[in-house]
């Protein structure tokens, strides 16, 4: 009798050690209480206030491309979505990271940082749901092809920028 008793209180005892490990954790949408009725997202390309060149569907797919991957949202058209994500490129910067032992103007790393407003308007209601400012940083060593590895580094930096609007969006910060 004892041997039984023994087991039901070590198994309930060792099912309350390994449920410990879990508190705080969540099943199902972790979805800001604000955004819950929203399940589909329309990102349609955003608006260029500098004079980066092509930079605004580059940012515009990187953004859908960090949704889709995070899963909370659906991506739609304007039509059918819930919501709509409206995004502007408000600085693209470039700033040298390092320069060349004999010339310092010389740069040998660069670092491209890209900050972007956005806000989530509500489809029906046309309501602000949700607005804020994302900066994306990203670095290279330079290329003899500078544009090109200028171009690189702008497409990562606009991949943490949506990396970190994508988690503002499920996640609410």
Sequence with gaps: MNFIRFCAVSGLSMSIVIGSGCAGY????????????????????????TLKQRSQVLVANEVIKQVQQDGSYAVGTLSSADAVLHGAIKDVRRRQLRSSRTDTLRTREIQIIIEITYSLEDS????????????GRAGAYLDPNFQLTERQTLQLAAKNAAKSLATRLSEGY
């Design 26 to 49: 969540r099943l199902g949408s972790v979805k800001p209480v604000t955004l819950s009725h929203i399940n589909t997202i329309a990102i349609p390309t955003f608006k260029n206030e």
């Design 124 to 135: 029906k209601t046309g309501a602000i749901l949700l607005q804020g400012r994302v900066t």
